[in-house]
């Protein structure tokens, strides 16, 4: 499908899986349909599953917007609560759209309880209290990790889904540079066609060296190997280190839980020039989970971090609790940082970066070297220490479905026009939009409608997709008497006027007699 077409479905007002290959534009025709819809006079809640994703969009967690929080499930007495929180209540009724990015990175259950809420907040059983959602982002990426347990919450299996049924964009088109090793791999990849000439790819990046003044992020598979490189570089700074415990309160059982829910460590240990990473969000001081920063010096007893930009912040400590009934049952406080010379493949994920060393050697679940690989701007950027076979496979129950996912979108490709150009707005003009100030013809839709419904009950498709009710209207509105006519009107462009025009305006001049 092309970006056009994707656009075009996403202004119709339907509920869209938006998602595609690295650099088929994803995140392009997700802000131009965050910009258009705002123009319109749309209110879009636009949230991410991370806070590094949710920068790059301009907007916040889900878990934060939601008033989810880091809740795995809600209780009767979170529902009643819930309801009663005038902030959430005017959120969820003031937004039209609700944008969920990167959301292969969100476990289905939390996607289910977000359509609780908005359902409870709405006061309607529409799938999301009747808001039009667009979820964006590639399921090859890595599912989120389900603590205690090895089953797989992938999103797409959620009830929320099956419920939402979205229709499906998937992006086709390439828009970086045509012949780029890197995006043929990871194509290869997604379609379980990695051949020879891949792999010898792979092991001339096995044999580059990086330079020795080369600093990169460095991405590794398993937690131990991630402790062990930053300890060591840690260890080679000569500065002395301040230590930081974290701090609890609670109960202990509670405590433990709350302990392995969020990333900061237990004890960690800071000098001036160590490389670290933020694991939590603060908007108004300028970091999120996964922004990465170095520490410049301490202020009261405290880190000063310089992130990328420049910006030096004061990093002071962040609290975490697990409330139940409305009430914390456990807190614990710590910097919200951790050494990061080093990463896990897993954190990487969201994050976009000009060079990475890789150690693939011990990767051991499907799509780690997708995810490890796709973090990488170009082959050039790619250092790779090591690789197994199971770094270059993928899980079978996602290729399976992206093939259902390739065959929808194109269905519905097949029968999608292109998105108008923008035209430039009137002064003091919001919308952009039919002229729905003329009265149309009752009959005459009712009579469209009619004629819509038979043709997609032949064709086995959404009325939607056949016409919309605004382009009926405005047909019963003009008019039109020939086919030069018909393509005047908004939604019929030429080859919906090629298909269905004979018909239309047979109706149409029936409706004249």
């Not at 990849?189 to 020795?212: D, I, S, W």
């Not at 937690?223 to 609670?250: A, C, F, P, W």
């Not at 410049?296 to 930009?309: A, K, R, W």
């Not at 080093?342 to 050697?361: F, R, V």
Request: contains cysteine; hydrophobic residues 40%.
């Amino acid at each position: 499908m092309r970006q056009a077409q994707a656009l075009n479905i996403m202004l119709e007002g339907h509920s869209v899986f938006l998602t595609g290959a690295p650099g088929a534009g994803k995140t392009y025709v997700l802000n131009e349909f965050i910009r258009r819809a705002k123009r319109t006079g749309k209110n879009v809640a636009v949230t991410a599953s991370t806070g590094i994703a949710a920068t790059h969009i301009g907007g916040t967690t889900i878990h934060s917007w939601s008033g989810l929080g880091i809740k795995d499930f809600l209780t009767e007495y979170d529902l009643e609560r819930l309801s009663k929180t005038d902030k959430l209540i005017k959120r969820y009724n003031g937004a039209d759209v609700l944008v969920i990015d990167e959301v292969s990175m969100l476990h289905g259950q939390r996607l289910n309880m977000v359509n609780q809420v908005a359902k409870l907040l709405r006061k309607s059983d529409r799938p999301f209290g009747g808001m039009q959602v667009i979820l964006v982002g590639d399921l090859f990426q890595l599912p989120p990790i389900t603590r205690g347990s090895d089953n797989v919450d992938f999103v797409h299996l959620s009830e929320a889904w099956e419920e939402l049924s979205p229709k499906i964009c998937y992006l086709t088109e390439q828009h970086r540079q045509v012949g780029d090793e890197l995006l043929d791999l990871l194509e290869a990849m997604r379609r379980g066609e990695v051949n020879e000439l891949h792999e010898a790819a792979l092991q001339e990046r096995l044999k580059e060296q990086r330079p020795g003044d080369l600093v990169v992020t460095r991405l590794y598979s398993h937690n131990m190997d991630v402790d062990s490189i930053n300890q060591r570089h840690l260890r080679e700074l000569e500065q002395d280190g301040k230590r930081y415990r974290m701090q609890t309160k609670g109960q202990q059982a509670k405590i433990e839980q709350l302990i392995k829910s969020v990333l900061a460590p237990e004890e960690l240990e800071l000098k001036v020039g160590a490389e670290v990473m933020f694991v939590a969000n603060n908007f108004p001081q300028g970091y999120v989970n996964g922004t990465r920063g170095q520490v410049v010096g301490f202020n009261d007893n405290v880190p000063v971090v310089e992130l990328s930009n420049g910006r030096e912040v004061r990093v002071e400590p962040f609290s975490w609790k697990l409330e139940e009934d409305g009430k914390a049952r456990a807190e614990v406080a710590q910097l919200p940082l951790r050494l990061a010379w080093a990463i896990t493949i897993h954190k990487s994920q969201g994050m976009s970066l000009d060079g990475a060393e890789i150690d693939l050697s011990r990767s051991f679940t499907p799509g780690m070297g997708y995810v490890a690989l796709s973090r990488v701007r170009s082959m050039d950027g790619v250092y790779l220490t090591g690789i197994n076979q199971m770094a270059l496979t993928m899980h079978p129950l996602i290729f399976e479905f992206d093939s259902d996912l390739r065959e929808s979108s194109e269905a519905l490709a097949n029968i999608t026009e292109d998105a108008e150009p923008e035209k430039e707005p009137a002064k003091n003009d919001k919308v952009d939009a039919l002229d729905t100030s003329a009265p149309y013809d009752e009959e005459l839709f009712e009579r469209l409608r009619k004629w819509r419904l038979e043709e997609a009950r032949k064709q086995k498709v959404s009325a939607f997709i056949i016409a919309t009710n605004k382009a009926l209207e405005e047909l019963a509105r003009r008019k039109p008497q020939t086919e030069q006519a018909l393509l005047g009107t908004k939604g019929f462009g030429k080859a919906k006027a090629d298909k269905y025009g004979p018909e239309i305006l047979a109706i149409l001049a029936d409706n004249k007699k």
